[in-house]
């Protein structure tokens, strides 16, 4: 499901640095992305087509196969003598038989002369939800879809317009500058933004700088200048110029300071690396609304190792999409990379 | 490596630390705050103590290890002591499981171990939501080791105290009242 990455270096400069030049994907949860589970059943063709209602009647008061209302019932077979086939049963339902024959599967009520020769299927056991599982599931069996139309705009890529990608590239251009800024400072080259979107407002700019403190990760640290923002917080970042917040007096938009510390409620936070679970959490923690990434990472808690973002059990759920200024995102890991190799 | 990784206090330890750890929840739960007592202890002494700073600082990971992790580093650079080397020997007793958060905050301070009271189940990183505290996670510190249900049932009714305070159908007290 992974889309190809492209790696061309010598590709011109200027078609990589326009908001073209990326792809945003939703970064889903397991129960949206797996591949389609299966469940096998019985089916046998409808030797007389014009029975196929009263067939499917009797069927579904011997065999209701409740719980799998989202599967078609019946299916049409392109050139075949019979061109319906429906399904009798679920095989774990089904009566105990040596031999498989419709005189076994539908013992009294439903008239046995009607059906062809049985056989088995795999059909989808759960409704999909997403159109890539809807069309993974009929190659199996039909099934109904209620299509989330957005989502599969989303997954095309293509969710948001060229306006709103231009200021997601801007958001995510200042993430790369603070990480920059941070990996001179001998930091990871980690940067990160909120924003407000209902503004259109920066919040908060911040990067790594675990240098100082094993957990001040660029998360965290935009957490906190979220916190200050608001006219609290914990730490200072004074001494790093690119670690910026919007000073609360000059927010004139903000209205009543809220007693929760629920502070990223509605906000999108732009970073250049999926978080770790402990920033993940943090943003749990902290009521994030949407979060974007630049570049996936292999203990990364947003859809790597884990989705945090969709764990259930967790009182708060957001969005999460990957692929902003992809390229930018992972050239500041791979830049450290060659940097590290050159200092030991 | 093998004398870290067989790093763990003992019964009387445990006993004695977590009995500090309670007198702080409860001392807090009479304050109408999060009932969370949590002591990080190197060589003996308490290198840091920390209980929910969340509301005051409006930022939502403070919560008491968090706090306290700050501690131990502040008191490393009293000290002059390298922090790493003090984190190989010290153990983190709360009363409550550490959630998803703080769990993977103690990994990458590389704790090697945590004693807990009763489980989170809102959040609890050490097995009750996730168990973060042993992952597979290369780049997010090391594994620590769990020892849990010590005076378990109090910690559960402190939280179930607390929590039936904040009920949003209750009349709800201001957090920083004197
Ligand atoms: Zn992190
Ligand atoms: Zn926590």
């Known amino acids: 499901m992974e889309p190809q990455r492209k790696r061309w270096k010598g590709?011109?400069?200027?078609?990589?640095?326009?908001?073209?030049?990326?792809?945003?994907?939703?970064?889903?949860?397991?129960?949206?992305?797996?591949?389609?589970?299966?469940?096998?059943?019985?089916?046998?063709?409808?030797?007389?087509?014009?029975?196929?209602?009263?067939?499917?009647?009797?069927?579904?008061?011997?065999?209701?196969?409740s719980g799998l209302q989202h599967i078609k019932r019946v299916r049409?077979?392109?050139?075949?003598?019979?061109?319906?086939?429906?399904?009798?049963?679920?095989?774990?339902?089904?009566?105990?038989?040596?031999?498989?024959?419709?005189?076994?599967?539908?013992?009294?009520?439903?008239?046995?002369?009607?059906?062809?020769?049985?056989?088995?299927?795999?059909?989808?056991?759960?409704?999909?939800?997403?159109?890539?599982?809807?069309?993974?599931?009929?190659?199996?069996?039909?099934?109904?879809?209620?299509?989330?139309?957005?989502?599969?705009?989303?997954?095309?890529?293509?969710?948001?317009?060229?306006?709103?990608?231009?200021?997601?590239?801007?958001?995510?251009?200042s993430a790369v500058t603070a990480a920059k800024a941070g990996s001179e400072l001998g930091m990871e080259a980690v940067g990160a933004v909120v924003v407000d979107p209902s503004t259109e407002k920066v919040i908060a700019v911040g990067h790594d700088s675990r240098g100082d403190h094993p957990l001040h990760h660029a998360v965290m640290v935009c957490i906190d200048l979220v916190a200050r923002s608001q006219g609290s917080g914990c730490y200072s970042f004074d001494q790093y110029a690119t670690c910026t917040f919007t000073p609360p007096a000059s927010d004139t938009s903000q209205s009543a300071p809220s007693s929760l510390p629920y502070i990223c409620t509605g906000y999108d936070l732009y970073v250049t690396r999926e978080p770790c679970v402990m920033c993940a959490m943090a943003l749990v923690h902290s009521r994030i609304g949407r979060v974007f990434y630049g570049t996936a990472c292999a203990d990364g808690a947003l859809g790597s190792k884990y989705k945090i973002h969709s764990q259930k059990d967790l009182n708060h759920h957001f969005e999460v999409y990957r692929g902003v200024l992809e390229k930018q995102c992972e050239d500041l890991t791979s830049q450290e990379g060659f940097q590290r190799r050159v200092d030991y | 490596?093998?004398?870290?990784?067989?790093?763990?206090?003992?019964?009387?330890?445990?006993?004695?630390?977590?009995?500090?750890?309670?007198?702080?929840?409860?001392?807090?739960?009479?304050?109408?705050?999060?009932?969370?007592?949590?002591?990080?202890?190197?060589?003996?002494?308490?290198?840091?103590?920390?209980?929910?700073?969340?509301?005051?600082?409006?930022?939502?990971?403070?919560?008491?290890?968090?706090?306290?992790?700050?501690?131990?580093?502040?008191?490393?650079?009293?000290?002059?002591?390298?922090?790493?080397?003090?984190?190989?020997?010290?153990?983190?007793?709360?009363?409550?499981?550490?959630?998803?958060?703080?769990?993977?905050?103690?990994?990458?301070?590389?704790?090697?171990?945590?004693?807990?009271?009763?489980?989170?189940?809102?959040?609890?990183?050490?097995?009750?939501?996730?168990?973060?505290?042993?992952?597979?996670?290369?780049?997010?510190?090391?594994?620590?080791?769990?020892?849990?249900?010590?005076?378990?049932?109090?910690a559960v009714d402190m939280l179930k105290t607390f929590y039936k305070q904040e009920n949003p159908n209750a009349p709800k007290p201001k957090t920083r009242k004197e």
């Open chain 1, 11 to 65: 590709s011109t400069y200027g078609s990589e640095c326009g908001s073209d030049s990326w792809t945003v994907y939703p970064v889903l949860s397991d129960e949206q992305s797996q591949d389609v589970e299966l469940v096998e059943a019985f089916a046998a063709p409808v030797v007389n087509k014009k029975e196929t209602s009263r067939l499917l009647r009797e069927l579904s008061s011997l065999y209701p196969m």
């Open chain 1, 76 to 173: 049409a077979v392109k050139g075949s003598p019979q061109p319906l086939e429906v399904l009798l049963c679920l095989v774990s339902d089904a009566p105990h038989m040596e031999i498989l024959s419709i005189d076994s599967l539908l013992p009294s009520g439903v008239k046995n002369d009607a059906f062809g020769e049985p056989f088995r299927v795999k059909i989808p056991a759960r409704p999909p939800l997403t159109r890539p599982q809807f069309e993974q599931a009929g190659k199996h069996w039909p099934t109904s879809f209620h299509e989330d139309k957005q989502l599969t705009v989303a997954l095309r890529g293509e969710l948001f317009s060229a306006p709103q990608k231009a200021r997601m590239h801007a958001y995510m251009m």
């Open chain 2, 1 to 154: 490596m093998g004398t870290e990784k067989s790093f763990c206090p003992s019964d009387e330890e445990i006993e004695k630390w977590m009995s500090s750890a309670f007198d702080m929840a409860r001392d807090a739960l009479q304050n109408g705050e999060v009932p969370v007592g949590c002591l990080l202890v190197y060589n003996h002494e308490v290198v840091g103590r920390g209980r929910n700073e969340v509301n005051e600082t409006k930022n939502a990971t403070r919560h008491a290890e968090m706090v306290a992790l700050d501690q131990l580093q502040d008191w490393c650079r009293r000290s002059n002591l390298d922090v790493s080397g003090v984190c190989e020997r010290t153990a983190l007793y709360v009363t409550v499981e550490p959630c998803i958060m703080c769990a993977a905050a103690l990994r990458l301070f590389k704790l090697p171990v945590v004693v807990f009271g009763c489980r989170n189940d809102r959040f609890g990183g050490c097995g009750s939501v996730l168990d973060i505290s042993s992952a597979v996670l290369p780049q997010t510190g090391n594994t620590f080791k769990c020892v849990s249900g010590h005076r378990a049932e109090e």
